[in-house]
């Protein structure tokens, strides 16, 4: 009798742990049928003109989406520029006064923005800056894709920068070195691969994003360099082409979704690479 | 000849309304070690920790009394200067972990931003590591990651770190208290070398470690300073109750 049961609690420990990894193995198969099914209908259409050319009229042939790689280029620039130093400042506050009503008031800021659609953030660029400015404009696209990222690199600065001991920071400031070096010179350096992490994630999350972009950067079939003009990006140009009636602008956006899948692909895995190289042992 | 480099008048401290030195008195002398003894809590780290002004940091901390180096009062120079003529060593050894041995030696003038030649630099790496008693064992990978060493070497890493910038006084706060007993007995051998050039002031709770290496010693309990004299008398005939006591293994 005994022995049945000690047999009959190793048969559910069995199955149990089959249980387990099947659903393990069903959650990454979603992942592996997106990648499936893009790369399938995806890859036919990439090649040296696809990347490389401007897009061509209904009805002619070939034709590229350069001017969506060079939008999305632009628009990334922007939002990095407007939100990796107000995130990184932001975390650099909140990890140094991690009691008081600002800091407080600042992270439910930070975590209500996180979960504000990005429909709506759009919006809220089209009101400040495309009515105020009276165009539609790259510029307003990376205000628009900056905000999304914002919330994403505070948070990441400011838990990497917590992880870093007090000591050092004692350290630096016992050998007589101002508390603004000491921030920029010791504290910042050790949390550098969080940090990165957290600007590389937080492009990854918005190279994506649609919705942000429709009423901002508006799309344009050009090559466009200037900021104060309509610009093309790769979601963009994937929505147009997908709800078109033309099968060839079909093929053009499963070619571009393959680019778009592949970048937030690389991205993440530099991510991965840079999280293990820079890492710094306290 | 013996002259004093630090005079501390009634110097009290606080934490928010809590009270942790009560009127301390103290003199230090120029190359001479002076090791601050007392049981956990009694305010022997903050005691060093107002010295060089790090006490303050914390928020709620204040200080009281007086503290002259070299006859000025630190309380009106500006901390960032009283912090590199008065260097500290932590409990925990804390190189920094982005820097190699050698920037992590020269740490104090480079994060200062004061510029200095690369040949002047040598120098002053290999002299304070020199007198860290380090340098044989790093001189071949200077361009190290100073985390990699052990941590006695660490904690030899962190004396050079303060030693480069030409100190008055080293503050040591309990330097062995995170050390094996081989690497215990290398930094005790090595304070008696530094006082050659320094006046070393040692925070310990080991009674023994005080009596081996101190020239003077401190008795502090409750905030209070109880006995100071040369650690011959402290150790062989203490004049208050508390400090035979205490020695005696009575509490602490």
């Given at each position: 009798?005994?022995?049945?049961t000690?047999?009959w609690?190793?048969?559910?420990?069995?199955?149990f742990?089959?249980?387990?990894?099947?659903?393990?193995?069903?959650?990454i198969?979603?992942?592996l049928?997106?990648?499936?099914?893009?790369?399938k209908?995806?890859?036919?259409?990439?090649?040296?003109?696809?990347?490389?050319?401007l897009?061509k009229?209904?009805?002619?042939?070939?034709?590229g989406?350069?001017?969506?790689?060079?939008?999305?280029g632009?628009?990334?620039?922007?939002?990095?520029?407007?939100?990796?130093?107000?995130?990184?400042?932001?975390?650099?506050?909140?990890?140094?006064?991690?009691?008081?009503r600002?800091?407080?008031?600042?992270?439910?800021?930070?975590?209500?923005?996180?979960?504000?659609?990005?429909i709506?953030i759009g919006i809220?660029?089209?009101?400040?800056?495309?009515?105020?400015?009276?165009?539609?404009?790259a510029?307003?696209?990376?205000?628009?894709?900056?905000?999304m990222?914002?919330p994403v690199?505070?948070?990441?600065?400011?838990?990497?920068?917590?992880?870093?001991p007090?000591?050092l920071?004692?350290?630096?400031?016992a050998?007589?070195?101002?508390?603004?070096?000491?921030?920029?010179?010791?504290?910042?350096?050790?949390a550098m691969s969080?940090?990165?992490?957290?600007?590389?994630?937080?492009?990854?999350r918005?190279t994506?994003?649609?919705a942000?972009?429709?009423?901002?950067?508006?799309g344009?079939?050009?090559?466009?360099?200037n900021?104060f003009k309509?610009i093309?990006?790769?979601?963009?140009l994937?929505?147009?082409?997908a709800?078109?009636?033309?099968?060839?602008?079909?093929?053009?956006?499963?070619?571009?979704?393959?680019?778009?899948?592949i970048?937030v692909?690389?991205?993440?895995?530099?991510?991965?690479?840079v999280?293990?190289?820079?890492?710094?042992?306290? | 000849?013996?002259?004093?480099?630090?005079?501390?008048?009634?110097?009290?401290?606080?934490?928010?309304e809590?009270?942790?030195l009560?009127?301390?008195?103290?003199?230090?002398?120029?190359?001479r070690?002076?090791?601050?003894?007392?049981?956990?809590?009694?305010?022997?780290?903050?005691?060093?920790r107002?010295?060089?002004?790090?006490?303050?940091?914390v928020?709620?901390?204040?200080?009281?009394?007086?503290?002259?180096?070299?006859?000025?009062?630190?309380?009106t120079?500006?901390?960032?200067?009283?912090?590199?003529k008065?260097?500290?060593?932590?409990q925990k050894p804390?190189p920094?972990?982005?820097m190699?041995?050698?920037?992590?030696v020269i740490?104090?003038?480079?994060?200062?931003?004061?510029?200095?030649?690369?040949n002047?630099?040598?120098?002053?790496v290999?002299e304070?590591?020199?007198k860290?008693?380090?340098?044989?064992?790093?001189?071949?990978?200077?361009?190290?990651?100073?985390?990699f060493?052990?941590?006695?070497?660490?904690?030899?890493l962190?004396?050079?770190?303060?030693?480069?910038?030409?100190?008055e006084i080293?503050?040591?706060?309990e330097?062995?208290?995170?050390?094996?007993?081989?690497?215990?007995?290398?930094?005790?051998?090595?304070?008696?070398q530094?006082k050659?050039?320094?006046?070393?002031?040692?925070?310990?709770?080991?009674?023994?470690?005080a009596?081996?290496?101190?020239?003077?010693t401190?008795?502090?309990?409750?905030?209070e300073l109880?006995?100071?004299?040369?650690?011959?008398?402290?150790?062989?005939?203490?004049?208050?109750?508390?400090?035979?006591?205490?020695l005696?293994?009575?509490?602490?």
């Amino acid at each position: 009798m005994q022995k049945d049961t000690v047999s009959w609690r190793i048969l559910k420990d069995k199955i149990f742990k089959g249980f387990v990894i099947l659903l393990s193995f069903v959650s990454i198969l979603p992942l592996l049928f997106i990648l499936f099914y893009i790369v399938k209908n995806g890859i036919t259409s990439i090649n040296w003109e696809f990347l490389t050319h401007l897009p061509k009229h209904i009805g002619e042939a070939g034709g590229g989406i350069s001017n969506a790689l060079v939008g999305t280029g632009i628009l990334l620039i922007i939002s990095c520029i407007l939100a990796v130093p107000l995130g990184i400042l932001a975390g650099i506050y909140l990890s140094e006064h991690r009691k008081g009503r600002l800091s407080y008031l600042t992270r439910l800021c930070v975590e209500v923005l996180q979960g504000i659609p990005s429909i709506v953030i759009g919006i809220i660029a089209y009101l400040w800056v495309v009515l105020s400015m009276g165009t539609f404009s790259a510029l307003s696209g990376g205000v628009a894709l900056g905000i999304m990222m914002l919330p994403v690199i505070v948070r990441t600065t400011e838990e990497t920068l917590k992880l870093v001991p007090f000591e050092l920071k004692e350290a630096s400031l016992a050998l007589g070195v101002p508390y603004h070096r000491t921030i920029l010179k010791v504290i910042l350096p050790a949390a550098m691969s969080g940090i990165v992490t957290g600007i590389l994630l937080s492009v990854a999350r918005v190279t994506g994003e649609t919705a942000p972009l429709l009423f901002t950067a508006f799309g344009s079939p050009f090559m466009n360099f200037n900021i104060f003009k309509p610009i093309s990006a790769l979601p963009l140009l994937i929505f147009n082409y997908a709800t078109s009636p033309y099968p060839e602008w079909h093929s053009i956006a499963w070619g571009a979704s393959f680019v778009l899948v592949i970048f937030v692909l690389i991205l993440n895995i530099i991510t991965k690479l840079v999280t293990k190289r820079w890492k710094v042992q306290f | 000849m013996e002259s004093t480099v630090l005079k501390i008048e009634d110097l009290s401290a606080y934490f928010s309304e809590e009270r942790i030195l009560k009127d301390v008195n103290l003199s230090i002398l120029r190359k001479r070690v002076t090791a601050i003894m007392g049981p956990s809590g009694c305010g022997k780290t903050t005691l060093i920790r107002c010295i060089n002004r790090m006490h303050e940091l914390v928020p709620g901390a204040k200080v009281s009394g007086r503290v002259f180096l070299d006859g000025k009062d630190i309380y009106t120079m500006n901390p960032i200067i009283v912090r590199r003529k008065i260097g500290m060593v932590f409990q925990k050894p804390n190189p920094f972990p982005t820097m190699n041995i050698y920037d992590n030696v020269i740490a104090g003038y480079k994060l200062n931003g004061i510029k200095i030649n690369r040949n002047e630099q040598d120098r002053i790496v290999e002299e304070s590591l020199k007198k860290a008693a380090l340098w044989d064992e790093v001189k071949d990978f200077l361009y190290r990651k100073g985390t990699f060493l052990s941590g006695g070497q660490q904690q030899r890493l962190c004396i050079a770190r303060a030693l480069a910038m030409q100190p008055e006084i080293i503050l040591l706060d309990e330097p062995t208290s995170a050390l094996d007993p081989k690497s215990t007995s290398h930094i005790e051998e090595l304070i008696s070398q530094l006082k050659k050039d320094v006046a070393i002031i040692l925070v310990t709770h080991n009674i023994a470690q005080a009596a081996r290496v101190s020239d003077f010693t401190a008795f502090l309990y409750l905030g209070e300073l109880v006995e100071f004299g040369t650690s011959e008398k402290i150790f062989s005939v203490p004049e208050d109750k508390r400090t035979e006591e205490y020695l005696t293994g009575k509490f602490g």
